[in-house]
């Protein structure tokens, strides 16, 4: 089963496009090939549900992190080494030394430089399986998770039928050996050179991601069963934010509700969005914004933060709202096991009706034991009126005031807070006085 994010989740987080400011894709996309990147997409458009496949992967970004390794090739040679191994040749050894002749024939005819490439494109190939040899040597070890790819990879290789790729010193190589040669890597071996690419374009994601790990300071999480149900971590904070501060997180069923407040600006929507992108890059195995975060697996991760007006469709704000809430309970009346997080449930409405609405389905999800659930309002009421449900765990970002203005720590404190500073900060910003002037 894959897991489940919608667009809106993905937008909400700001998880995915390699070009979107701070972006969560863009954290990581370091990567210098072209299959590297394509590997990278594929990770982060599938999270993976299986807690073995979580960890080894984490493993293994762990691994290449340990051994600091430094990714050998310079992109535009090993692009042409992969353009060359990519193409096409001839089945038969002579039809391919015809081609072969025949382009470098209109190379000195017709100036022609289909032969000149092709050489070109040979050299390359086997400068990138000597440094790939070098780079093999480095990766080796007992304690490998990547065992079972080197073992495969270091195979090819070791096949006596490229010995020559071993003895080459840069030299050009003769007509005769690049007919030769060229029949033998994109005809007699091209699977194994498909696998040797592969290898590198995984290399490629596992060097690149571990440094940013390593640059970051980010950490691993422990993926476990979803039969356990835990979403803890003793630090967590968002890992787009330079002077991001960390806050501890602890759900399991028997606590499966974060019910936060706070004021405007106090970081709720902050801690949720790390909670969130936590939870996602975990399923992915990849580092973590986090500090001891250990996790159950879930089928899904599903957000309600940004949500907007849709003229299109002829909705308000509040339908919208009211449209996401929907959605999420089907997917946990379905039998789900997600996380769902809300930030201010209900906004576009009055707030009697915010009330009645944001108590009314926060105890009605609270019933779902093997979902976790954060959700964020202004209503402090609404936790008050919560506070005899047993797994709901409170929790609210504090105000500190500095005289009339007000400081946010963005720590998270146990309770319900009874800060309410909006109008002071209307007063703060002169707006009633300019009005007043006119």
């Not at 374009?201 to 300071?217: G, M």
Request: hydrophobic share 45%; proline share 4%; with cysteine.
């Amino acid at each position: 089963m894959s897991f489940v994010a919608d667009k809106q989740t993905t937008d909400d987080l700001n998880l995915l496009g390699k070009y979107k400011p701070n972006s969560i894709y863009g954290l990581f996309s370091k990567v210098r090939t072209p299959g590297g990147e394509r590997l990278l997409d594929a990770m982060f458009q599938q999270p993976l549900t299986d807690p073995v496949a979580i960890n080894r992967r984490s493993s293994l970004f762990r691994y290449f992190q340990e051994k600091e390794l430094v990714f050998p090739f310079q992109p535009a040679a090993f692009r042409l080494a992969e353009e060359y191994l990519s193409g096409g040749v001839a089945p038969g050894l002579v039809r391919s030394g015809f081609s072969v002749m025949r382009k470098k024939a209109m190379g000195i005819f017709l100036r022609d430089e289909q032969f000149m490439v092709l050489s070109a494109g040979m050299q390359a190939a086997i400068e990138m399986l000597r440094q790939l040899s070098g780079l093999i040597a480095l990766i080796d070890g007992e304690k490998n998770p990547w065992k079972q790819e080197l073992e495969s990879v270091s195979l090819v290789l070791a096949d006596t039928r490229l010995e020559w790729v071993r003895q080459h010193e840069g030299e050009p190589v003769t007509t005769l050996q690049l007919i030769r040669y060229d029949h033998l890597l994109r005809h007699t071996l091209r699977q194994e050179m498909q696998l040797v690419l592969n290898a590198v374009y995984e290399i490629d994601v596992y060097i690149a991601v571990s440094a940013t790990a390593q640059e970051s300071k980010l950490d691993y999480a422990m993926a476990f069963p979803h039969t356990r149900s835990v979403l803890q971590a003793d630090a967590l904070w968002h890992p787009a934010l330079d002077k991001a501060v960390a806050n501890p997180v602890h759900l399991n069923s028997a606590g499966n509700v974060l019910f936060l407040t706070g004021a405007n600006m106090a970081g709720k929507s902050t801690f949720m969005k790390s909670l969130g992108i936590a939870v996602y890059l975990a399923h992915m195995g990849f580092p973590v914004a986090a500090r001891g975060m250990q996790f159950s697996v879930r089928d899904g991760l599903y957000s309600s933060i940004n949500v907007s007006d849709n003229l299109n469709m002829g909705y308000s704000h509040f339908y919208a709202e009211v449209l996401r809430v929907k959605k999420a309970a089907e997917e946990v009346s379905s039998g789900r096991n997600m996380v769902v997080i809300f930030d201010e449930l209900f906004k576009g409405t009055n707030v009697k009706d915010a009330y009645d609405a944001t108590l009314s389905v926060t105890a009605s999800f609270s019933r779902y034991h093997n979902c976790i659930f954060v959700i964020s309002t202004h209503i402090i009421e609404v936790g008050e009126a919560l506070a005899s449900y047993h797994n709901l765990q409170f929790a609210y970002m504090p105000t500190v005031m500095s005289g009339n203005i007000p400081v946010y720590p963005y720590t998270l404190k146990q309770g319900i807070t009874s800060d309410r500073h909006g109008m002071m900060i209307v007063m703060n910003e002169g707006i009633l006085e300019m009005i007043k002037g006119n």
